[in-house]
Protein backbone atom coordinates (compact mmCIF):
# COMPACT_ATOMS: atom_id res chain seq x y z
CA UNK A 1 0.00 0.00 0.00
CA UNK A 2 1.90 2.88 -1.46
CA UNK A 3 1.94 5.88 0.64
CA UNK A 4 3.66 9.41 1.07
CA UNK A 5 5.49 9.71 4.29
CA UNK A 6 6.53 12.68 6.70
CA UNK A 7 9.10 13.45 9.12
CA UNK A 8 8.95 14.24 11.63
CA UNK A 9 5.53 14.13 12.43
CA UNK A 10 5.54 16.22 15.59
CA UNK A 11 8.06 19.11 16.07
CA UNK A 12 8.67 21.49 18.58
CA UNK A 13 10.89 24.50 18.59
CA UNK A 14 11.54 27.93 19.41
CA UNK A 15 11.29 31.02 17.65
CA UNK A 16 14.48 31.84 15.20
CA UNK A 17 15.24 28.20 14.72
CA UNK A 18 15.61 26.48 11.55
CA UNK A 19 12.64 23.82 10.90
CA UNK A 20 13.48 21.30 8.20
CA UNK A 21 10.26 18.94 6.90
CA UNK A 22 10.75 16.10 4.80
CA UNK A 23 7.99 14.10 2.80
CA UNK A 24 8.81 10.83 0.46
CA UNK A 25 6.39 10.84 -2.27
CA UNK A 26 4.92 7.62 -3.49
CA UNK A 27 7.02 5.95 -5.95
CA UNK A 28 6.28 7.65 -9.56
CA UNK A 29 4.39 10.03 -8.60
CA UNK A 30 5.73 12.85 -10.76
CA UNK A 31 4.31 15.71 -8.32
CA UNK A 32 4.45 17.39 -4.94
CA UNK A 33 2.38 19.58 -3.21
CA UNK A 34 3.40 21.52 0.00
CA UNK A 35 0.35 22.81 1.52
CA UNK A 36 0.10 24.17 5.14
CA UNK A 37 -3.63 23.43 7.67
CA UNK A 38 -4.17 26.16 10.01
CA UNK A 39 -7.97 26.76 11.97
CA UNK A 40 -8.05 30.39 10.60
CA UNK A 41 -6.47 29.71 6.93
CA UNK A 42 -7.89 26.40 6.13
CA UNK A 43 -5.66 24.23 3.71
CA UNK A 44 -3.31 26.64 1.44
CA UNK A 45 -0.76 25.73 -1.32
CA UNK A 46 2.48 26.86 -0.49
CA UNK A 47 3.96 25.16 -3.81
CA UNK A 48 4.23 22.66 -6.81
CA UNK A 49 6.66 20.53 -8.02
CA UNK A 50 6.45 18.88 -11.14
CA UNK A 51 9.09 16.47 -12.11
CA UNK A 52 11.00 17.91 -9.14
CA UNK A 53 10.91 21.41 -10.93
CA UNK A 54 9.60 24.28 -8.31
CA UNK A 55 6.69 25.20 -11.08
CA UNK A 56 4.51 27.13 -8.33
CA UNK A 57 6.12 28.95 -4.93
CA UNK A 58 3.64 32.01 -4.81
CA UNK A 59 2.07 30.70 -2.11
CA UNK A 60 4.66 30.89 -0.16
CA UNK A 61 6.34 33.66 2.50
CA UNK A 62 9.68 33.97 0.08
CA UNK A 63 11.99 35.57 2.61
CA UNK A 64 11.20 32.57 5.46
CA UNK A 65 10.63 29.54 3.59
CA UNK A 66 12.30 27.12 0.97
CA UNK A 67 10.99 24.29 -0.73
CA UNK A 68 13.23 21.88 -2.79
CA UNK A 69 12.93 18.21 -4.38
CA UNK A 70 16.74 17.40 -4.15
CA UNK A 71 15.93 14.02 -6.20
CA UNK A 72 12.27 12.44 -7.28
CA UNK A 73 12.88 10.10 -3.43
CA UNK A 74 12.73 13.67 -1.58
CA UNK A 75 11.49 16.73 -1.06
CA UNK A 76 12.01 19.30 1.61
CA UNK A 77 10.13 22.37 3.32
CA UNK A 78 12.55 24.82 5.17
CA UNK A 79 11.60 27.88 7.49
CA UNK A 80 14.57 30.03 8.76
CA UNK A 81 14.26 31.59 11.14
CA UNK A 82 10.62 30.18 12.37
CA UNK A 83 8.05 32.31 13.58
CA UNK A 84 5.20 31.84 16.45
CA UNK A 85 2.65 32.71 13.49
CA UNK A 86 4.50 29.77 11.57
CA UNK A 87 2.87 27.01 13.91
CA UNK A 88 0.40 24.47 11.77
CA UNK A 89 0.44 21.84 10.23
CA UNK A 90 1.96 21.22 7.22
CA UNK A 91 1.19 18.53 4.71
CA UNK A 92 2.60 17.09 1.77
CA UNK A 93 1.40 15.51 -0.94
CA UNK A 94 1.78 13.40 -4.36
CA UNK A 95 0.36 13.81 -7.32
CA UNK A 96 -0.95 11.17 -10.29
CA UNK A 97 -1.35 13.50 -13.24
CA UNK A 98 -5.01 12.96 -15.19
CA UNK A 99 -5.99 15.04 -18.33
CA UNK A 100 -8.54 17.14 -15.76
CA UNK A 101 -6.34 17.44 -13.32
CA UNK A 102 -4.03 15.90 -10.38
CA UNK A 103 -5.44 13.02 -7.90
CA UNK A 104 -3.62 14.51 -4.71
CA UNK A 105 -2.38 11.82 -1.72
CA UNK A 106 -1.69 12.95 1.16
CA UNK A 107 0.88 12.25 3.69
CA UNK A 108 0.09 12.07 7.59
CA UNK A 109 1.69 15.63 8.18
CA UNK A 110 4.13 17.56 10.53
CA UNK A 111 2.28 19.22 13.12
CA UNK A 112 4.75 22.47 14.31
CA UNK A 113 4.77 24.26 16.97
CA UNK A 114 6.52 27.42 17.12
CA UNK A 115 7.37 28.73 20.80
CA UNK B 1 -8.70 36.64 -4.53
CA UNK B 2 -10.56 33.16 -5.71
CA UNK B 3 -12.35 31.99 -2.78
CA UNK B 4 -14.10 28.38 -2.41
CA UNK B 5 -17.04 28.60 0.87
CA UNK B 6 -18.73 25.73 2.24
CA UNK B 7 -21.83 25.43 3.88
CA UNK B 8 -22.61 24.51 6.69
CA UNK B 9 -19.10 24.93 8.89
CA UNK B 10 -20.60 22.35 11.07
CA UNK B 11 -23.44 19.83 10.77
CA UNK B 12 -24.46 17.31 13.69
CA UNK B 13 -26.85 14.22 13.01
CA UNK B 14 -28.37 11.41 14.26
CA UNK B 15 -27.06 8.42 12.61
CA UNK B 16 -29.62 7.06 10.26
CA UNK B 17 -30.13 10.78 9.06
CA UNK B 18 -28.99 12.47 5.89
CA UNK B 19 -26.24 15.07 5.23
CA UNK B 20 -25.09 17.62 3.02
CA UNK B 21 -22.65 20.42 2.32
CA UNK B 22 -22.77 22.48 -0.34
CA UNK B 23 -19.52 24.31 -2.17
CA UNK B 24 -19.27 27.46 -3.90
CA UNK B 25 -16.80 28.97 -5.92
CA UNK B 26 -16.58 33.06 -7.14
CA UNK B 27 -14.99 31.43 -10.37
CA UNK B 28 -15.95 28.76 -12.70
CA UNK B 29 -13.56 25.61 -12.20
CA UNK B 30 -12.18 23.04 -14.38
CA UNK B 31 -12.79 20.43 -12.22
CA UNK B 32 -13.37 19.79 -8.73
CA UNK B 33 -12.35 17.04 -6.03
CA UNK B 34 -14.08 16.19 -2.46
CA UNK B 35 -11.67 14.81 -0.13
CA UNK B 36 -12.32 13.75 3.76
CA UNK B 37 -9.86 14.36 6.80
CA UNK B 38 -10.83 12.43 10.22
CA UNK B 39 -9.94 14.02 13.16
CA UNK B 40 -6.48 13.99 13.30
CA UNK B 41 -5.74 12.89 10.17
CA UNK B 42 -5.04 13.52 6.97
CA UNK B 43 -6.91 14.99 3.47
CA UNK B 44 -8.11 11.31 1.64
CA UNK B 45 -9.25 12.22 -1.69
CA UNK B 46 -12.46 10.58 -2.47
CA UNK B 47 -13.97 11.96 -5.99
CA UNK B 48 -12.99 14.02 -8.84
CA UNK B 49 -15.79 15.82 -11.04
CA UNK B 50 -15.03 17.22 -14.20
CA UNK B 51 -18.35 17.90 -16.40
CA UNK B 52 -20.88 20.14 -16.12
CA UNK B 53 -24.01 19.19 -14.43
CA UNK B 54 -22.40 15.90 -13.42
CA UNK B 55 -23.25 13.33 -10.75
CA UNK B 56 -21.11 10.71 -9.35
CA UNK B 57 -21.85 7.43 -6.82
CA UNK B 58 -19.71 5.90 -4.21
CA UNK B 59 -22.26 3.58 -2.23
CA UNK B 60 -24.03 5.90 0.09
CA UNK B 61 -22.11 9.10 -1.11
CA UNK B 62 -23.51 11.40 -4.40
CA UNK B 63 -21.65 13.88 -5.71
CA UNK B 64 -22.83 17.08 -8.18
CA UNK B 65 -20.93 19.45 -9.57
CA UNK B 66 -23.35 22.16 -10.62
CA UNK B 67 -23.96 23.12 -14.83
CA UNK B 68 -22.36 26.42 -13.82
CA UNK B 69 -18.76 24.85 -12.93
CA UNK B 70 -19.80 27.13 -9.83
CA UNK B 71 -20.52 24.78 -7.21
CA UNK B 72 -20.86 21.38 -6.17
CA UNK B 73 -22.55 19.03 -3.41
CA UNK B 74 -21.69 15.73 -1.47
CA UNK B 75 -24.74 14.03 -0.09
CA UNK B 76 -24.56 11.31 2.45
CA UNK B 77 -27.66 9.15 3.02
CA UNK B 78 -27.96 7.59 6.12
CA UNK B 79 -24.92 8.25 8.10
CA UNK B 80 -22.78 6.44 10.01
CA UNK B 81 -20.38 7.09 12.54
CA UNK B 82 -17.54 6.12 10.15
CA UNK B 83 -18.78 8.77 8.00
CA UNK B 84 -17.03 11.61 10.84
CA UNK B 85 -14.78 14.10 9.57
CA UNK B 86 -14.37 17.25 7.76
CA UNK B 87 -15.24 17.44 4.01
CA UNK B 88 -13.18 19.54 1.59
CA UNK B 89 -13.96 20.42 -1.15
CA UNK B 90 -10.99 21.57 -4.02
CA UNK B 91 -12.04 23.56 -6.33
CA UNK B 92 -9.51 23.09 -9.35
CA UNK B 93 -8.33 25.88 -11.27
CA UNK B 94 -6.23 25.07 -14.88
CA UNK B 95 -4.54 21.21 -13.86
CA UNK B 96 -2.80 21.64 -10.70
CA UNK B 97 -3.64 24.79 -8.86
CA UNK B 98 -6.77 23.80 -6.03
CA UNK B 99 -8.33 26.12 -3.88
CA UNK B 100 -9.72 24.40 -0.71
CA UNK B 101 -12.96 25.01 0.34
CA UNK B 102 -13.39 26.11 4.41
CA UNK B 103 -14.78 22.12 4.96
CA UNK B 104 -17.90 20.92 6.40
CA UNK B 105 -16.75 19.16 10.11
CA UNK B 106 -19.67 16.16 10.47
CA UNK B 107 -20.34 14.73 13.72
CA UNK B 108 -22.71 11.55 13.69
CA UNK B 109 -24.42 11.13 17.13
CA UNK B 110 -25.09 7.38 17.37
Known amino acids: DARVTQTPRHKVTEMGQEVTMRCQPI?????VFWYRQTMMQGLELLAY????????DSGMPKDRFSAEMPDATLATLKIQPSEPRDSAVYFC?????????????FGPGTRLLVL | GQQVMQIPQYQHVQEGEDFTTYCNSS?????IQWYKQRPGGHPVFLIQ?????EVKKQKRLTFQFGEAKKNSSLHITATQTTDVGTYFCAGGRGTYKYIFGTGTRLKVLA
Open chain 1, 49 to 56: FRNRAPLD
Open chain 1, 27 to 31: LGHNT
Open chain 2, 27 to 31: TTLSN
Open chain 1, 93 to 105: ASGESGPFGETQY
Open chain 2, 49 to 53: LVKSG
